[in-house]
């Protein structure tokens, strides 16, 4: 399937991996979020409207925005806040990446489970590393924060662009398309998926998705 | 035929797309610049904003939106872009320093082919022209309203997530009153992008190609962050000639301009520069520099030099007793003498008849060359102008009072503007020079308010009548203004002179009064003696001097 990807490479102190893929991860899902629908007839809709927070980080000279959604957030935070331990934890060798995923369904005849096809992949990889003084942690404190800068500004240069987007469907096709689980936003389905190098085998995308980094790293 | 007229619908849709987008974006740029954390809330139940995004409408931002705009009904937005809002910092010191310019300009699809005579300015445009070029065969032209809607919406929601990361969100959060606020200026005209120092950066937040042609959202911020006062100024030096020279004279007389309809919509963004960013206008000209503390400062026109000098030296020598009588002896003076403020009012006076004339050739923008001459008036008056702004924001730092001096001096330029031209609505552009003050950097509940609540209160206390104060300052004054009285008795008239005999005497029968009552108790003394030891004090607090043992009590 050809689905988009994005890849991005971060080094950074553990206590920052948290901070740094949620503004990642946050600023494309508030992009990729619509307001909820509310069907009047079965095409015919109106859309509601989304808010936005800002939020400082702690570790980061950053602030980011999200939508204004406590269960989105929610979501987003364990997902990642599950990678973050893991990769941080003794086992691990300080390097893993962890992805966001948006998918759409596709229904199969009756036998068959639905499958999932995903459209857009924005990866975040990264490598630990630890200061030995408080010096180079502000500096790294700052480099870091120029860095998010920098992907924050290659996020909405991409969204700007005119590519594919999975099409409104019908009020009975919205689940394909949609997660309306959310009682305020409704962002496209998405999933997240990890590694770390410590654990678990590389998945099949994840095998193409290091070709592909290494054939573009040469 | 009705494939016309839905190729108007289509358009007309859209520049009411593009004029809710030109609206919205101002509002973002600005309230991101507030220094303070925004949260809008989801609306899950259809909610009324504009491209499904919650952005909370500012009024002032949208007044000023809408004056920079001008927009008078029929006329289209697409003629009035690009849309600039300009963000710059200004320290307490009075240095200031534009941060950056967003921008949303649009692109027509003829205008491809012809070149751009701005030099630097359009430094941000030829980037996104060559970035048009370039993609041009990749995306397609957006016809479906819907999707020209939503693909705005998301070009919103990147400028959101934009004004969060270039430096300046972070000076703006950093902001407070002590050391820099941060201010913001929203003008029709190709971003100024010069002001912005060596090696700025420009980003393009997103590109929409309509059938009008391609809407482009565009940045450009500066990078070095660092003000050297040297440094700063001697490269503001250049920029302003640059500046005054290549971008505010220029366009009006111009024959190099494209259109003629292009020239009237540069020469109106001139006006409104003057006008709504009189304040930066006249804080970029070159008059900061000219303000040397070596050098005496200078007095202008007809101002009466010994009243100056006495004034200026005065200003420094603060009298030891009593502790805040120096705040109401510059009231006196202030109100009696007004020398200082001649000045500035007459400067205030022109710079706001200037603005007037700016206006009313503004009408008429055919007669090129009284344009022409009215720009050169204004190279003048943009550095007196400085002045009395400064003046006036001194004043409001401390005291709220003095905003009624500063309405009285405009009472004679209005009645000018109504001499010259009654037709003429009156500009808004002195309101304006206020507002910027205290929209919206100023919260109520600042540290500074507590500060001027007090110096107000000081301002206005009754003056305490001790007598060795009432004898010193009465003495004090009169000598201390005896030279200058002499020449303000006869430049005031016979009115003057006899209010002044009439306080003296006021004064002499203040302090005939003040006398008997202390002779009164120096007389009764014994009896207040008697009335102490009847408390059943001990004789060792009485034994010392009786005036310093009444205060030792008090410690």
Known sequence: MNARSQVFDLTMEGLQVD???????????????????????????????????????????????????????????????????????????????????????????????????????????????????????????????????????YITELMNRHDYVPKTPSQSELDLIFDTSFPDVQPYLFKFDYSTSGSAAPSMGNAMKKIIKETLAM | MSATQRLNAAEKDLERFIKFLALKSTQVVVQSRLGEKIQTQCNPLAGNDWFNIVVQDHPEVMDETKRALALKPGDSILQRLPLCVEISLKTTEGDQMVLEVWSLDLLQPAANGTTTNGGGASNARDDSKADTNGTNGESQTLKASHAIYSRMGIMLKSLISLTRTTPAYKLSRRQCPDSYGIFYRIYVDRPQVHTLGEGHKNVKIGQLHTIVGSLVMSVAYRTKMTISPTTAQAHQTENNIIMLKSDHFRPATDASSPTNQQTQNHATAVTKKLGLGGLNAALGSGERRCIDIEKPLRPGAFTDMGKLRQYTEDDFVLPETPPFEWLLRGRQRHESTGSGCSMES???????????????????????????FNHSHNLNNNSTGFKSFEKQQATNGEAATSFSPIKSLLIPATAYRHHSEPTLEPPPDDDNLLKELHFPFA?????????????????????????????????????????????????CGPTAAAAAVATSAADASALDDLSRQLEQFETSLEDYDKLVSQFGLTGSSSSGSRSSGGLQMSN
């Not at chain 1, 929610?74 to 997902?79: C, D, G, L, Q």
């Not at chain 1, 893991?86 to 596709?106: A, D, P």
């Not at chain 1, 990264?126 to 790294?140: A, F």
């Not at chain 2, 009754?462 to 002499?486: I, Y």
């Open chain 2, 443 to 491: 919260s109520p509940t600042s540290h500074v308010n507590d500060l001027a609540k007090f110096y107000r209160e000081c301002y206005h206390a009754p003056p305490l009548r001790g007598l060795n104060e009432l004898q010193a300052e009465v003495s004090s004054s009169s000598s201390s203004t005896t030279p200058a009285s002499s020449s303000s008795v006869a430049a």
């Open chain 1, 19 to 153: 901070e740094a893929v949620t503004t990642i991860f946050q600023t494309v899902l508030f992009h990729r979020c619509l307001g909820k629908f509310m069907y009047t007839g079965d095409a015919q809709y109106s859309i509601g409207t989304v808010g936005y927070t800002d939020v400082d980080c702690n570790f980061i000279d950053f602030t980011y925005v999200c939508c204004t959604s406590d269960s989105l957030t929610h979501k987003v935070k364990r997902a990642i806040n599950v990678f973050s331990e893991k990769l941080r934890s003794n086992e691990s060798c300080g390097s893993g990446q962890i992805s966001l995923e948006f998918f759409q369904k596709k229904k199969n005849r009756w036998p068959f489970p639905q499958e999932s096809i995903p459209w857009e992949v924005w990866t975040v990889h990264l490598d630990l590393i630890k200061h030995e003084n408080e010096d180079e942690r502000q500096l790294c404190r700052e480099n870091v924060s120029d860095l998010l800068t920098e992907k924050v500004i």
């Open chain 2, 346 to 372: 007459l400067n205030r006076l022109d710079n706001v008849a200037s603005v007037v004339s700016n206006n009313l050739h503004n009408n008429n923008n055919n007669n090129h060359t009284a344009n022409n």
